[in-house]
């Protein structure tokens, strides 16, 4: 099965802390997104990755930095956290192209920042 | 700018029924790509179905069956012989080839089958 593995289900931290996210894919894809998921906002694109050491920004990139070290490995950075970046995050990774598409998401990772 | 609108935010349905769930999409561009993902409970996303727009007929995923109309821009998902497993958030997808990869998301539909 393929899988998109996120460390941390949930994470409390204080406003002010640095924050790391990992994402880690075993299905050797290209493709690595972050996304922001809140309630009736649907999903939002932080950043992408379309190759290692290669980033782009996304929709709301603001308070946010990546790291793409190796292929399978994708880490959203919080340099310093806010109580509005209170938020479930979805990595997810897919095939380059139009012809596959398909997103495949991590389980998620719930950030609590008080 | 490329938009994706769920109107409905939360629906729903008798075990068994069949239930429909809208989604309408705006864009410039001549060739994408529609997708519904669902999201149960406390579980990771998964790809219900996809459609490609150049092709004409509509996808179908077993229970699941999409209604495609390209000139209204509008791409609903059917769920025939609704399941108790069926209850998860849906989010409507689209992606174009000038963009690819990066898929722009509705606001999502809350479903909820009753037995």
């Known amino acids: 099965d393929v899988k998109v593995t996120q460390s941390s289900r949930y994470l409390v931290k204080r406003t002010g802390e640095k924050v790391f996210l990992e994402c880690v894919q075993d299905?050797?894809?290209?493709?690595m997104f972050w996304y922001r998921q809140d309630p009736g906002l649907g999903l939002r694109l932080i950043y992408f990755?379309?190759?290692?050491?290669?980033?782009e920004k996304g929709d709301i990139p603001e308070g946010y930095s990546v790291s793409r070290e190796k292929k399978e490995r994708f880490s959203l950075i919080l340099e310093s956290a806010s109580t509005n970046q209170t938020s479930m995050y979805l990595c997810?990774?897919?095939?380059?192209?139009?012809?596959?598409?398909?997103?495949?998401f991590g389980e998620g990772s719930r950030l609590t920042v008080l | 700018a490329q938009t994706v609108t769920q109107s409905q935010p939360e629906m729903s349905v008798q075990e068994a029924e069949t239930v429909t769930l809208s989604c309408t999409y705006d864009?410039?561009?001549?060739?994408?790509?529609l997708f519904w993902y669902k999201q149960p409970p406390s579980r990771q996303m998964i790809l219900v179905i996809r459609?490609?727009?150049?092709?004409?007929q509509n996808a179908t995923e077993n229970r699941f069956s999409v209604n495609f109309q390209k000139a209204a821009k509008s791409f609903s998902l059917k769920i025939s012989d609704s399941q108790l497993g069926d209850t998860a958030m849906y989010f409507c997808?689209?992606?174009?080839?000038?963009?690819?990869?990066?898929?722009?998301f509705g606001d999502g539909t809350t479903l909820t089958v009753k037995p």
């Open positions: 997810a990774s897919s095939l380059p192209g139009t012809s596959a598409g398909e997103l495949f």
């Open positions: 299905m050797d894809h290209e493709n």
């Open positions: 990755s379309y190759d290692v050491k290669m980033k």
């Open positions: 864009t410039s561009e001549s060739n994408y790509y």
């Open positions: 459609q490609e727009a150049y092709k004409q």
């Open positions: 997808a689209f992606m174009t080839d000038t963009n690819a990869g990066k898929s722009t």
